[in-house]
């Protein structure tokens, strides 16, 4: 009934992550009643995006670069090294401001059910980055869910033969976290890593 | 720090409607992700959509064709026109799949906080149409909001002298709507419009 070119716009943005059918026509709607100031510079974008961006060769993170803004920032402290499962979390870390170290771009986690095996992340070149560059420390920067907390060991078995310095983030009571809120797990953890003041 | 590219589209797609920052990130970091599934057609659609959808010479609905694709149904009943506002409230009305008539859409509302005048609505198109074409009803559906009800009182003292029978929705409690959770002004025009069973 509805002209097919709209429909499947609307279609594509609602399978978007984060929009459903409501929100991807609305959206829709907007870019083209902004056409000149939404739609055209958000067209041009994208294509930007399409053909410039890759993952860095060194550490998989997005840019135009190669290396990437990162690996070719001089001012990074090159002794250690931040491995973290996409780019969003490598984002993450980046807007907190406190880490000044490399990082490694997993690209995923170890997942049995969705079939992610070891061979589908990036985590050969992780192993030969760290036989040939002297890193003090490797950060095992892993979400705290199950899928995470499995990548965390098995890398971790992979690089504590090396003798380098293995960490990962700690656990506890998020900032602002209100202690009645907070899930069984967390607040034991929290109370088992509690800290003399 | 980050490169502008992949910046300037987060940032164009977190001026959209629905969208923040964190999840315009998310969303293109999706799309760079799938490349093939996702961003590629994506950029098509808009691309087409930005050359072929234009605003029907007719009604205002939008289309790759003029006359749309409403306004060139044979099975649409012309005697009856629904005023809307914007093209997203088309679109409800045809989800409903009730409405069977002809529409009118106004590409606004009048607003004195946002300088929208009777001259910058699709006001004057209706006119001439209602002059022109012999409709037997015009529902003005507009929203129950401030500006909504203006443009309502507006319009239809316009119409009013050329004899039609101008309506508008009811207003009441909404289905499924929990009469304790409904706002005094809502609660109080249902009770006033109650019907006898």
């Known amino acids: 009934m509805m002209h097919t070119s709209l429909d499947h716009l609307i279609q594509l943005f609602s399978k978007l992550p984060g929009l459903g059918k409501r929100s991807a026509e609305r959206l829709v709607l907007h870019l083209i009643k902004k056409k000149e100031l939404a739609l055209y510079p958000l067209i041009e974008a994208l294509q930007e995006t399409a053909h410039n961006i890759h993952p860095c060769s060194f550490c998989g993170c997005l840019d135009v670069r190669d290396p990437c803004f990162i690996c070719s920032d001089k001012n990074r402290d090159p002794s250690i090294l931040c491995v973290v499962q996409d780019m969003s979390d490598l984002l993450a870390f980046e807007r907190t401001g406190s880490f000044h170290g490399l990082y490694h771009v997993l690209g995923g986690v170890l997942s049995a059910l969705e079939g ?53 983030l700690a656990f506890g009571v998020p900032l602002g976290g209100e202690l009645h809120y907070l899930d069984e797990g967390t607040l034991s953890t929290a109370l088992k890593a509690r800290q003399v003041q």
């Not at 950060?139 to 504590?160: C, K, M, P, S, W």
């Open 116 to 168: 992610v095996g070891p061979q589908d992340l990036n985590i050969q070149k992780l192993l030969s980055k760290v036989q040939k560059q002297k890193f003090d420390e490797i950060v095992l920067a892993t979400n705290a869910t199950l899928e995470g907390q499995t990548t965390f060991h098995y890398l971790r078995d992979l690089l504590i033969p090396s003798g380098i310095k293995v960490t990962r």
